[in-house]
Structures are given as C-alpha cells and as structure tokens.
C-alpha cells in the first residue's frame, strides 16, 4: 500500500476517536406513557399532565428543549428550555400544568422534544378527556308533610356519574327559617358510580326553601351542586292523634265528675299527655288536671276529671295536650255535653251543709218536735 493512503486511513481513525460514538437515532426514544390529574377534567379545570419518556437505543441521545401546544386544553407552565442527555435504557419524565379552555371533548395537546445537533424532533399527541357531567344530588327521605318547629329527618344520597373519582364530597344546607344539625355533612370520596348519603335534623321556623349545596374536588378543582327543597306547612299523616271516648258525665256536691278513656289513633307518641276541663269550666280538686303519661300508637288509658260551672252552661271543651319526641307542645279538644248528668248539690260559700239539706234537718226537727207535742196532750 502506498505511503499517502496508509497515512489518510490513519487520519480518519484519528477523526473518529476523537469524535467518539455517534448518538442514537430520534426512532431510539419513545413516549411510554402519559397521565392527567385529575383523570377527566371539567371545563376551566387546571391539571397536571404528566409525559415519560424512554431511550430504548444503546447509545445516549441529546435532546435541547421539550414543549406541550395545543388548543382546547392549552398549557399554563414554561417549557423546558435545557433537557440534556437521556442514558441508552433510562426514562425521563416532564411534567406540566394544562388548563381546559374549550367544551366537552377528547383533545390532543401535542408534546414535542428537540434534538440536539439538527437532529429534527419527536411529536406526541397526547389525549386529554373534557367532560362537565356534575355529582347529582336527591331527597331520598323526608316527612309527608312540615310543620311549624318541628323536626324532621332529611336524607340525601350524592352519585358521582362521572367518569373519574371526586374527593372531599361534602353537603351544606343553606338558607334562612330554620334550624339543622349537623350544620354539614361529609361523605368523603366517590368513585365513579358510587353514591353516599347524609342525614340532617331540620326544624323549620317558617314555610321556605332549603338549599342542600353538594362540594366536591375534580383534583384541584373545586365544583358545586344546589338541590332545592320546599318547606311548606301541611298535616302530618304520622304524627300523634289522641282522641277521647265512653265519656260517662256524672254530677257530685259542688260539681261535675267526668270519666272516660282516650287513646292514640296516630302513628307517633303522644308524650306528657294531659287532660283538664276547658272555659266555662272551673276545674276544682280532687282532680283539676289528670297526668295520662305517655301513649305508645294504639295505647289506651282511662282518665277523671273535676270542675263545676255557673249552673247555665250545657256542654264544656276537655282540653288533651301533648307532646312530641322533639318537646313540641300540641292541643285538641273534645267538647262533652252536661244535659244528661243531674244539676249538682251547691254547697255554703263557709262550708256548711248545703241549702237542700238545711231544709230537710229542719223539716225533720219540726216533725220530732210535734211528735213529743202531741205526746204529751194525750199524757
């Protein structure tokens, strides 16, 4: 060989020492796999969408700058001006934060790395769900009807029809003319078709709308859901119904004695149940006001009551009151004639013997007196 190429051929060793290896090919790197969080977002929703990537060649590759563009769901951080090398069988991954601007839909933000040296650049679409479907909210509990300060049971189930979890579910009842306990409810996470259910203790003060607010985070991303309820009075099917029968009316000195029984027709307690005479009447002693106790639904108990009248009256209320599990207080009356029992035995304002009765000692004296009279004519 002559002298001139042996001493190129050793030049151009000397150039590829120098230069060392050669960098792996762009088809060397791939996008193994892309996540968002949250996995499905709503519109004007902020996410963190993460890309990874890996160098399956066996050579490092250089790569300049990495970058997200897109329309629909657009990025909010700066690309990454300065990568640097990835190792022949490592990964690297790039994080950034995306913002859903446009409607419903599946858009393909593309993810792009620049290689260094003009090696050209590697463009990945990357699918990002939009959907604005919200938790739903229902009553599942409540009265037939409301009433004045009165307690009620409120139940409410919260779905998540959505496609991804919600977190941190709360409910709030808001509004004014009543009262609630608890003041909120927590259900915690839902899974997609999953459902929770919290109970609120309301007693309404007026008739009004009570506003159960569902709260909820997609991620970051706080969301809200209103359920309106109606407050209006009505009569309450369950609710205790204590009623009086075999009323038996009988008159006594200075008065009326009522007896009777009353029972519990409704399907509620009836608590602290009492019975007393109403106006016209003046209850008097030995019993002013009868103590019935409690009256399960369907319970009976007998009862007496005392009173007496000006001597016009023909018929006078018996007042029953009560109350319900929650101390709300209730009266009804029942309206008892006094035409059937005889006109009672007035008694002495100073506590003698009645008029009637004056007039029979008297009678009864006179008699004895002309008995001994007209015994001793004939002795």
């Known amino acids: 060989m002559r002298p001139i190429y042996l001493a190129i051929i050793t030049l151009l060793c000397a150039v590829l ?3 060392g290896p050669a960098s792996a090919a762009p088809a060397d790197l791939t996008v193994t796999s892309s996540s968002l969080d949250p996995a499905v977002l709503m519109k004007g929703d902020t996410g963190m969408l993460t890309v990874t990537i890996q160098n399956n060649g066996a050579e490092p590759v250089a790569i300049r700058s990495a970058r997200l563009h897109g329309s629909g769901v657009v990025p909010l951080s700066d690309p990454y001006p300065s990568v640097g090398e990835i190792g022949a069988g490592n990964t690297k991954t790039f994080t950034f934060t995306v913002r859903a601007d446009g409607g419903e839909g599946t858009f393909y933000p593309t993810f792009v790395l620049d290689f260094r040296d003009g090696g050209g650049n590697l463009r990945y679409p990357v699918p990002i769900q939009v ?54 409810g927590f259900i915690g996470a ?74 519990n027709a409704g399907l509620e307690s009836a608590r602290s149940v009492l019975v007393t005479p109403g106006q016209p009447a003046t209850p008097i002693d030995p019993f002013r006001v009868y103590v019935v106790g409690t009256l399960d639904p ?30 709300n207080r209730y009266t009804s009356t029942r309206m008892v004639g006094l035409g059937s029992a005889p006109a009672p035995i007035d008694e002495r304002e100073d506590g003698g013997f009645p008029l009637v009765g004056a007039i029979v000692v008297v009678l009864v004296a006179l008699g004895v007196a002309g008995a001994i009279y007209h ?5």
């Open 375 to 379: 015994s001793w004519r004939r002795a």
């Open 17 to 19: 020492a120098v230069a």
């Open 131 to 184: 959907e604005d479907t919200p938790l739903s909210a229902s009553v599942i509990r409540k009265p037939d009807a409301f009433a004045e300060s009165r307690t009620a049971d409120i139940t409410i189930r919260v779905g998540n029809p959505r496609p991804n979890n919600a977190s941190g579910v709360q409910v709030v009842p808001l509004g004014s003319g009543f009262t609630v306990t608890p003041t909120s």
């Open 190 to 263: 839902l899974a997609p078709d999953a459902s929770g259910t919290v109970t609120f203790n309301l007693t309404p003060t007026a008739e009004t709308d009570v506003t159960f607010q569902v709260v909820w985070r997609n991620g970051i991303n706080t969301h809200t859901t209103d359920l309106v309820l109606p407050v209006a009075f009505g009569e309450d099917k369950k609710k205790a119904d204590p009623i009086i029968t075999n009323v038996e009316v009988m008159s006594e000195s200075g008065g009326y004695r009522v007896v009777g029984d009353i029972m």
């Open 298 to 327: 369907d319970d009976i108990s007998s009862f007496e009551v005392t009173f007496k009248t000006d001597g016009t009256v023909t018929e006078i209320p018996l007042v029953i009151e009560y109350r319900d599990d929650d101390g």
